[in-house]
């Protein structure tokens, strides 16, 4: 039997039972990088010596009895989250060869749970972009079509689960990076409320938007995962101290009379329409299941792009001005300090040299107001919608990307169309309201297509238990990745 195969959760039940161990599920994960890891390209590095010494303790500990709910899970970790001792790069060559001397408190977290981690995916560089190609390293293939993307930037994350190299990954959700991605490689990926979970070891991208998320193949899978990286940290001061409820039992999979918004703004026209048709089946399918359809209007969600695109390149900036050589990675040496600064910072790629002048140039004398400043009073409008949405009803359901997986090198040479891929994401990124993506069908080449559900402000076990309602009743999530079919024997 292929244990790749297996959910995160059947496995965590195979292992309980005593029908499997940690090592083999790890060096079955390990075998299958060796295999089809060179063409899928989803992590950075791989700490397999680590992850066999983990799942060894994981064995040791359940054979004393002990369970925890990850023991022995071989699981992945975007390569933007501090692993300590584990390079991690945020896919730049401005952070090659940093070592962080601590572990995220999302890390700690899986690892007090007993997961064991196999390596750090890859990223676009400093988590800007769509399709992991603006990673300094290498571009990811999508498990469904190599010559196509993964989406992004938690791509590499995304290729790893769907290509069944690890049971679940985290990632992280500046504006779609979790749910964009999921929806390309037919996973579920959650983007929690702001604060919900601790931002403590994760490198800044633009911080009043940035927040990890889980993937997994199932609902279960990816609500396992939150569950035990969630809570409450005094370390990151935007952390919510609020209970953490039991996510996994509230997947009851009964929505009757739930009540669902659909904004028809997020059915634009240009958007592929096999994701509009799967996405209104999906809809009815809901409808099927006893929730009640609304239509609702979300008018401001149309200035969510220009708003973005001001607000994170404003913070990136400010956040990615401590690259300068002198406390992280490598430094490259000029005639004075300034030269030091300028051939050091030359090590940023394109799209994150962009993103310092949009957003330093949005933030200076004189600009402020007009761009910054405008900025942060459209997002309290698009913010505003969203609450007066969440009055009428208790989720809204979306198409999660307007088109399916493009092709690799399809995009780059445009940045627009290339931020066009969020469109629909990140409404929730501005809003402090949570989302997932859920499989919802393919198009006619095999691409799979994402239902993305969106729920106010810490509703996160409504949005997973509706998603999981849908699975359920539908199971596209059953469909396995072509390049990720078992091997046979
Ligand atoms: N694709 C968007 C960007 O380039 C969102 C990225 C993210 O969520 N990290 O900024």
Partial sequence: MDLTTLTLTELRDAMRGGVTSSVEATRAVLDRIVAVDN?????????????????????????????????????????????????????????????????????????????????????????????????AYFTTGNPWDLERVPGGSSGGSAAAVAGRLAFGALGTDTGGSVRQPASFCNLVGLRPTYGRMSRWGVIAFASSLDQIGTFGRTVADCTALFQVTVGYDRQDSTSLNRPVPDYEAALTGD??????????????????????????????????????????????????????????PAEASANLARYDGVRYGPRIEGDDLLETYNRTRALFG????????????????????????????????????????FEQVDVIAAPTSPTTAFMIGERV?????????DIFTLPVNLSATCGLSVPCGFDGGGLPIGLQLIGNTLEEATILNIAYAYEQATGWHKQLAPCGKAATG
């Fill in 39 to 135: 063409d899928i390209k989803s992590y950075l590095s791989v700490t397999d010596e680590m992850a066999l010494a983990q799942a060894e303790a994981a064995d040791a500990r359940r054979a004393m009895g002990e369970d925890t709910p990850l023991l022995g899970i071989p699981v992945a970790v975007k390569d933007i989250i501090c692993t300590q001792g584990v390079e991690t790069t945020a896919g730049s060559k401005i952070l090659q060869g940093f070592v962080p001397p601590y572990d995220a408190f999302v890390v700690r977290k899986l690892k007090d749970s007993g997961a064991v981690i196999i390596g750090k995916t890859n990223t676009d560089e400093f988590a800007m972009g769509s399709s992991t190609e603006n990673s």
């Fill in 255 to 312: 929505i009757r009379g739930l009540k669902v918004g659909v904004p028809e703004e997020f059915f634009i026209e240009g958007m592929q329409p096999e994701v509009e048709q799967a996405v209104r089946s999906a809809i009815d399918k809901l409808r099927d299941l006893g929730a009640e359809i609304h239509e609702i209007s979300l008018p401001h969600s149309q200035y969510a792009l220009p708003v973005y695109y001001l607000i994170a």
């Fill in 350 to 389: 394109a799209e994150v040299k962009r993103r310092i002048m949009l957003g330093t140039y949005a933030l200076s004398a004189g600009y402020y107001d007009a761009y910054y400043g405008r900025a942060l009073k459209v997002r309290t409008l698009i913010k505003n919608d969203f609450l007066a949405a």
């Fill in 413 to 421: 040479g445009d940045p627009l169309s290339m931020y066009l891929a």
